[in-house]
C-alpha cells in the first residue's frame, strides 16, 4: 500500500495522460447527442404534423428517424463508452494511458466515420437494416477508429501493476472484443459484395442489433456501474462471486435474444431465442442483487452526489429497459406489443435511460479529475439529472403506453387499423415533451463539455505564449508534452 | 477469471457459440434456399420481381418506408372449412349426414355462409359451406360422414390470426417471400399498415401514386408524411395536352389551377415495387386452399 501522498500524485498523473484522447472522444459524443436528440425531434414532428417535410427528401421520417437513432448509438454512446473505458482501464492498471497518441486520432476518425454515415442515410444512402444503417465507406472508418482505441485500451490493461483482475475488467475486455466481432460479421455478411440471401439477411441483422443494443450496452455500462458506485458507495463491490456468475450468464444467454417471435424464419429461431429471453432475468437479478447490495445503506448519504445519482437511476432504467425486452420476448405477450411503439420505446430507454444517464454520471466524476479543475456549471449538473431522469420517463413512458394501446387495437381484427394509429398519436405528442426534456438536459452537458474544453484550450494557448515569451534558457519548456503543460496551470 | 486470457477466452466462447447458432447456422441453412413449389400447382415462387420494382426497391430502402411500415403478415394458426361439393346419388342420406353433423358437435360455428337447416329441404345448391372454422381433426370427421353417406366433401385450410382476418394476407409472411430482395426490411413498427400484400388489396397504379403524394385524398385523416419530393408539378401550357402520366386525382382535391401532379422515375419504380408486392400463394410451409371467388 503507498503512502497517501504518493498515491494521489500517481492518480493525478493517470488522469493527466487521459486528457485529449478523452476531451476528443466526449467533445463529439456530447455533439452527436444534440444532434442525434435533434434529428429524433425532427422525426417525431412528422407525428405533429404529416406533411411537414413532404418536400424535403432529407428529412422525410423514414430518414431522419434512423439517422437519430444511429447519431445517438454510434455517435454518442459508443465514443462516451470508449473514453470512460479507457480512463477505467489506467485507473484499474494504476499506470498512464498507453500510446496516447493512437485514440486521439481513432476518436477523429470515429467521428468523422458517423458524421459521413448520418448524412449519408439523409441523402437516401442508408443501407436498410436496423441499427446498421451506415453504409460501408462510413462503416470502415468506424472500424479501424474502435480497433486503434482497443490497442490502446489493451495496451493500458497489459501494462497494469496489479495482476488482479477486478470485476469491470470482465466487463468492459468482453466489451472490447465484442464490437470489432458483431460489426465485421454484420458488415461482411450483409454489405459485402457477395452478402448473404434472403431471410438469412434478417437473421444476421437481428443477431448483431441485440447483441449491440442489448448486450454491448450492457457489458460497458454494467462495467462502468461496478466500478463507479463501490468508490462513490465507499464499500466494495457485494460481491465478486455473484459479479462472476452475472457477466458469466449474461454473456451466454444474452446473446441469443433478439429474433422475434413471428419472423420468417426457422421456428427454431424464436423458440431459442424466447428462452434465452427467459434466461437473461437470471443475470439481470444477478446484476440488480450487487448493486443493491453495494449501495445499500448509503444511498441516503449520496442522493445529493450527482454521478451516483446518474449511475443508480442508470442501474433502475437497465432493470425496467431489460424487463420490457425480457417480456416482449414472451410469445404471449408479443402478440400484443410486437411491432408497436413498445419496441422503439425499449430501445430508447436503453439508450437514452441506462446507458446516457450512467455515461453522464460516468462523465461527471471523472472529467474534474482529468481536467485537473471543477466543472464550469456545477449547477447545470443536478438542472441535467432531473431533465434527462423525467425526459425519458416521460418519453418511453409514453412509447410503450402508447405501443401496448396500440398492440390491443391490432390484435383486434374488428377495430380498424386507423384506430391504431390514431390512439398512439396523443401519445407520441405527449412524448415529445419528454424527448424535449432530454435535449435540454444534453444542451446542459454539452455546455459543462465544451466550457471545460475551451477553458483547457485557453489554458494551453497561454502556456504556449508564456513558453515562447520565456528567456532564451527556458525555451526547453516548450518542448514538453501539452498534458504537463497543463498541470502547470492547474 | 485470474487473467486476460481468461476474460478473453469466455467471451470468445460465448459470442462464438451464439455467433454459430444465429449467423453461420441461418447462412447455411438458408443462405441458399432456391425457389418453392407452390402447392397443387406446377408453378415456383417466387417470381424475380420485374426490373422497375426492383428498382422500386431501393427507394423503399432510401425513404426508410420500413420505418413505418411492417412487411411480414402473422397467422395464429390454421383452421378447416367443410364444403359439401356433390350431393351424390342419394340427397336425403347426405342432408341426414349433414343435420347430424350440425346438431351433435361443436364442430359448427355457425356464420352467415353456414349450411342452414331450415332450407335444406328446399333449393340445394353446392358447393356449400357445412362446417366453419374447425380443427383439422373435426374437419376429417366431418368429411367421412358425408363421404359415407355417398357425397363429396372437400376440406378448405384457411389460416387465422387478426393480420389474416384484416385481409392483409391470406398466410404468415415465410422466408421465401422475401428470397430476391436485398435489403430485406421486413420492418418492426406498424405506424402504417403492412404491406406483404399491397400489390394485391390495392392493385391500382393510379391509387398508389396519389397516395404518395397526397395521403388524405385517398385515405381520410392518414397519418402518412406526404412524399411530394417523388413528384413534379408542372403547369399545362396552353393548348398542350397534359402529360399520360399526370395523376387522377379524386374530385375533391384540390390541385393548383392550371398544373398537373408528374411522378417522377423513383415515384414510378416505388408505385411498381408496391404492386410487385403480393404474397398470395399457398406453400408447403405456409398451406392455404385458394378459393376463387
Known sequence: ?490 | MKNGFSVFLAAFIALGLSWCGFVLAPVKQLGTAKQAAVLNSSDTYPLQRPGDATLGLQVYRANGCAACHTEQVRQTGIACNVMLTDFGAKTSNVIQAVNYILETSALATRTGDTWSLEHSGGELKVPATISHGITKEDADNAADKITAAGGKAEIHIVATGADIARGWGVRRSVAEDYLYDYPVQPGGLRAGPDLSNIGVRDPDLNWQLVHLYAPPAVVKNSAMPPFRFLFEVRKINAGAAPSPDALQFPKDFALPAGCEVVPTAEAKQLAAYLLSLRADVPLYEAPFTSVMK
Open chain 1, 1 to 490: 500500500m503507498n503512502p497517501t501522498e504518493t498515491k494521489t500524485l500517481r492518480a493525478s498523473e493517470i488522469d493527466a495522460s487521459c486528457r485529449v484522447p478523452l476531451l476528443a472522444l466526449f467533445g463529439g459524443a456530447a455533439l452527436w447527442l444534440v444532434v442525434g436528440l435533434l434529428l429524433a425531434l425532427a422525426a417525431i414532428m412528422t407525428f405533429h404534423k404529416p406533411d411537414m417535410f413532404a418536400d424535403c427528401a432529407w428529412l422525410t421520417y423514414g430518414r431522419v428517424q434512423p439517422a437519430a437513432n444511429d447519431a445517438l448509438l454510434y455517435g454518442f454512446c459508443i465514443p462516451a463508452a470508449l473514453g470512460v473505458m479507457l480512463w477505467i482501464f489506467a485507473r484499474l492498471s494504476l499506470s498512464e494511458l498507453a500510446l496516447p497518441l493512437v485514440p486521439i486520432v481513432a476518436a477523429n476518425l470515429w467521428h468523422l466515420g458517423v458524421l459521413i454515415g448520418v448524412v449519408a442515410i439523409l441523402t437516401g444512402d442508408s443501407t436498410g437494416f436496423a441499427w446498421l444503417e451506415f453504409p460501408r465507406g462510413s462503416s470502415v472508418l468506424l472500424f479501424a477508429a474502435f480497433l486503434l482505441i482497443a490497442i490502446s485500451a489493451v495496451a493500458t490493461f497489459g501494462a497494469r501493476r496489479n495482476r488482479e483482475l477486478y470485476p469491470s475488467h470482465w466487463f468492459l475486455l468482453a466489451a472490447l472484443l465484442w464490437f470489432p466481432w458483431i460489426y465485421s460479421t454484420a458488415n461482411l455478411f450483409l454489405l459485402a459484395h457477395h452478402p448473404v440471401r434472403g431471410v438469412a439477411q434478417l437473421a444476421v441483422d437481428s443477431w448483431f442489433a441485440n447483441n449491440l443494443v442489448f448486450v454491448w450496452l450492457a457489458l460497458v455500462g454494467v462495467g462502468t456501474a461496478f466500478y463507479f458506485l463501490p468508490k462513490i458507495a465507499g464499500r466494495p463491490l457485494q460481491s465478486h462471486y455473484l459479479a462472476l456468475f452475472a457477466f458469466w450468464t449474461l454473456i451466454l444467454f444474452g446473446t441469443w435474444m433478439g429474433i422475434n417471435h413471428s419472423a420468417p424464419l426457422p421456428a427454431w429461431m424464436p423458440a431459442l431465442s424466447s428462452t434465452a429471453a427467459a434466461l437473461t432475468f437470471v443475470p439481470l437479478l444477478a446484476i440488480v442483487i450487487i448493486a443493491c447490495r453495494t449501495v445499500w445503506g448509503s444511498v441516503a448519504g449520496h442522493w445529493r452526489n450527482s454521478p451516483f445519482c446518474f449511475i443508480g437511476s442508470g442501474m433502475d432504467l437497465f432493470l425496467i429497459s431489460s424487463l420490457m425486452l425480457i417480456a416482449a420476448a414472451c410469445p404471449q405477450i408479443s402478440r400484443v406489443t410486437e411491432f408497436t411503439w413498445f419496441g422503439p420505446a425499449q430501445a430508447q430507454l436503453q439508450i437514452l435511460g441506462f446507458f446516457a444517464m450512467t455515461m453522464f454520471g460516468a462523465i461527471h466524476e471523472l472529467l474534474p479529475r482529468v481536467m485537473g479543475f471543477a466543472l464550469p456549471f456545477p449547477k447545470f449538473v443536478r438542472i441535467q439529472f432531473w431533465l434527462c431522469l423525467i425526459g425519458i420517463l416521460l418519453w418511453a413512458g409514453s412509447l410503450a403506453v402508447g405501443g401496448v394501446g396500440q398492440g390491443m387495437k391490432l390484435e383486434n381484427a374488428n377495430t380498424a387499423f386507423a384506430e391504431s394509429t390514431a390512439a398512439t398519436l396523443m401519445f407520441l405528442r405527449a412524448g415529445t415533451t419528454g424527448l424535449l426534456f432530454i435535449l435540454l438536459g444534453s444542451l446542459l452537458f454539452a455546455a459543462n463539455i465544451f466550457a471545460m474544453t475551451l477553458k483547457w484550450k485557453i489554458a494551453l494557448l497561454k502556456s504556449l505564449i508564456a513558453a515562447v515569451q520565456a528567456p532564451l534558457e527556458t525555451t526547453s519548456a516548450s518542448a514538453l508534452p501539452p498534458r504537463d503543460l497543463g498541470e502547470v496551470k492547474s
